[in-house]
């Protein structure tokens, strides 16, 4: 059988077509470091923050390597720290984001960097950033949570180190 030299361009460009769709959706799912929020990092009860010893007062709480933890509870319509008073981190640092919701699920991005997660009643979700010089960051809901959704946004601070307030973090 003989075939046409333009088929076999054209089957040749269908196969790449293929293996690149494929490629693509194997990044997607393996390569970008994009996870659903699961067990994985422990279960809270969302009824019970109050009782959890770091949701019950969270905010920004000094890791044992030097990094820097921060506990956000998302709840209809604010994000706590990040709304009433912004979430401030010293620069340089690593931060670890430690998220949950209170009540439904809500959305936790930091506007303009990778750190973007859902919050999830009962489910903890871990993202953690290097942040670099000071900044100011916005704090967005990206899931739509009810009637106040558009206003759920916060402040997250990046400051300089000597400025960082340690009485704002609990040991
Ligand atoms: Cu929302």
Sequence with gaps: MEIHEYEKLWLA????????????????AVGAGVAMVDDENGTVDPDALDE????????????????????VVARQYMFQPGTQQ????????????????????????????????????GEVATITVEVGGP????????????????????????????QFNATGVSA
Excluded: W
């Excluded at 959890?52 to 506990?71: A, L, M, N, R, T």
């Design 135 to 162: 900044q100011e960051y916005g704090l967005l809901c990206h899931e739509y949570c009810g009637s106040g959704h558009h206003g759920m946004e916060g402040t997250v601070r990046v400051v300089p180190r000597s």
């Design 86 to 121: 912004p979430i401030e981190v010293p620069a340089n640092s690593t931060v670890t984001f430690h998220v949950t919701s209170a009540d439904v699920i809500h959305g936790f991005e930091v506007v303009g960097t990778n750190a973007n997660t859902m919050a999830i009643p």
């Design 52 to 71: 959890h010893p770091k949701f019950s007062d969270p905010g920004v709480y000094e890791s044992e390597d030097g990094g820097y933890d921060v506990y």
């Design 13 to 28: 460009g269908a196969l790449l077509l293929i293996v690149g769709f494929i490629a693509t959706v194997a990044y997607g």
